[in-house]
């Protein structure tokens, strides 16, 4: 059975990597753009879909095809990539006005096509980060970084950002961008 991650997240690569040691990689050509009026567990969802069936049609055979997408939240904001260091820093004040409390969530789509048979599996996994105090020079040192600008929320709870990090309620990996524990449970019957 071939299994296909759409996408060209490092990260993703390497979660994946804990489940399956051999995979492709197929970077969707979709354009992620949020739809007005769903809620952030319903636009992870719609992205991680749109993903895993772009490549879904674009490929033949038994195959796995695992599509994910990622967002940070707080009070039903959703915060992606920053456009630059100034809007980076805002989001981080942000994450940390009132309580330092805020929301990661990563949508999951499984499509299977196995003997003709088609499946297919949407779900999402959310997890709680407790931010620490962290002062105006700790935030611009983090974003001159360089490691601010291509993540959601300006930050990456696996990189040199994990100092800041109080604590986590969920799943680890789905912080990360993969939850390998839903994953693991959709396709485990198929991988040897």
């Avoid at 599509?67 to 820093?89: E, F, L, R």
């Avoid at 942000?94 to 990563?106: F, G, K, M, Y």
């Avoid at 299977?112 to 999402?124: F, M, P, S």
């Avoid at 604590?167 to 912080?175: F, P, Q, R, S």
């Amino acid at each position: 059975m071939r299994i296909i991650l759409a996408s060209g997240s490092p990260r993703r690569k390497e979660l994946l990597q804990l489940i399956v040691p051999k995979f492709d990689i197929l970077v969707s050509g979709i354009e992620e753009k949020l739809k007005e009026g769903l809620l952030p567990q319903q636009q992870v969802i719609n992205l991680s879909y749109a993903k895993a069936k772009d490549i879904y049609q674009k490929t033949t055979g038994d195959r796995i095809i695992i599509g994910s997408d990622t967002i940070v939240t707080k009070n039903d904001k959703i915060y992606g990539k920053p456009n630059d260091k100034n809007h980076a820093k805002q989001m981080i004040k942000e994450l940390l006005d009132r309580n330092r409390v805020h929301s990661i969530i990563t949508g999951l789509c499984v499509i299977i096509e196995e003997n003709g048979k088609y499946k297919e599996y949407k779900t999402y996994d959310e997890v709680k980060v407790f931010l620490k105090e962290i002062s105006d020079r700790e935030i611009e040192k983090w974003i001159d970084s360089g490691n601010a600008l291509d993540k959601a929320g300006a930050y990456g709870i696996q990189n040199e950002f994990c100092v800041f990090v109080d604590k986590i309620e969920g799943n680890y990996t789905t912080a990360v961008g993969l939850p390998t524990h839903k994953v693991y449970d959709i396709i485990k019957k198929y991988i040897k």
